[in-house]
């Protein structure tokens, strides 16, 4: 389920059921996928669109949040394949298994512990022309009411522009959460600089606001650079070593890998 502006969505196997809670009634209901054994896995919503996954595929689909209407289709299988190669995959195939919106992106977590994150973009968005005062502004009449909804925008997104992490998880990617929050200190990166070509010295408070920590969960860590080369030791283990063995496979544990994104990247 996700909230959709003043309504509710619902994936129910192959079906999406819009919800109206206020009156604890079904408004829509549409297939997700032309295939009627699909089961919807995850939906995330920006603007006037929502992105649905489908449980085990890689194509990730964008309805429209007020028509319902589907507008996108995207794969990442082989944008992954061409990123990794399938040695890296081993024999799995990729399928979405973690699905969040943050900071003007998509990002995707897969079946093979793959983390991806795609920027978004209003390509429908109409401009003014020189000289003209404003554009354009959509509006969304409700069927059930006299309530109208004026259009945001809707989050297009190209593989073209995608960023794959090569840092990631054993196995499955199990969520994506995110948080306002800063790590890395705002004097020790790029990030330092958001507020330095204006010459405007922000309060620390304000660039922890602008900053926000994206954090996916998952079973195991690994560098697809290194592959499972980096979870393995070169070195004989001796017996004193061998006895905390549990406690050194630190690859194998639980892991929460963390993003710092500045809000001038979002």
Known sequence: MTVVHDKVWCGFRNKIYVVQPKAMKIEKSFDAHPRKESQVRQ?????????????????????????????????????????????????S????????VSCNRLWVGTGNGVIISIPLTDTNKVTAGPGKPGGVIRVYGDENSDKVTAGTSVPFCSMAHAQLCFHGHRDAVKFFTAVPGQVIPSGAGGAAEVGSDKGVEEHPQQQQERSVLVMSGGEGYIDF??????GETEEPLDEHTLKLQPFLAKAERSHLIVWQVMGSQA
Do not use: C, N
Request: hydrophobic share 45%.
């Open 43 to 91: 939906l995330a919503w920006d603007g006037d669109g929502i992105w649905v996954s489908i449980r085990l595929d890689s194509t990730l689909r964008l309805f429209h949040a007020h028509t319902h209407q589907h507008l996108q289709d995207v794969d990442i299988e082989p944008y992954v394949s061409k990123m990794l190669g399938t040695g890296k995959l081993g024999f």
């Open 93 to 100: 195939f990729v399928r979405i298994t973690a699905l969040m």
């Open 225 to 230: 650079r290194m592959g499972d080369e980096a």
